[in-house]
């Protein structure tokens, strides 16, 4: 499993670290906006998680660029709690928002409902009678 974690403060980049490592996760980190663009072009991650305290201004149109590029969930951390700034953003391309400070609990089960949802799914398979059916 490969994360993209893009802009954000060394904080947060050691707890992502401490996280995932029992998972033997690879943090891939880009210091600013561009980079994890040109990142996201170039590999294939499971995870881009933006923490966007540095790049308020610019957040909105990297969101739309990166879903132009790819369908990788993209999580937004951010100290800013504004309904609307939330739901453009969320608009934009991100797939979730939380506010920080954000308990662990909550960054833990939220990464891992974002990894399940990009992660292949095996066909469901159901049987009535003597018919078979891959939904």
Not at 1 to 25: N, S
């Amino acid at each position: 499993m490969d994360i993209l974690f893009i802009a954000g403060d060394i904080t947060t980049r050691d707890l992502l670290t401490q996280m995932f490592h029992p998972r033997q996760a690879k943090i891939t980190y880009a210091p600013n906006l561009q980079q994890g663009l040109r990142l996201a072009r170039q590999a294939d991650f499971s995870l881009s998680i933006l923490d966007d305290g540095n790049f308020q201004s610019e957040t909105i149109r990297f969101c739309q660029e990166f879903r132009r590029l790819n369908g990788i969930p993209l999580l937004v951390l951010s100290a800013q709690d504004d309904p609307n700034r939330i739901a453009t953003i969320l608009d934009a391309g991100a797939d979730y928002y939380l506010v920080k400070p954000v308990p662990r609990a909550i960054l833990e089960a939220t990464i891992n409902t974002l990894l399940r949802r990009c992660q292949p799914s095996q066909p469901l398979i159901t049987s009535w009678g003597d018919h078979v059916s891959m939904l």
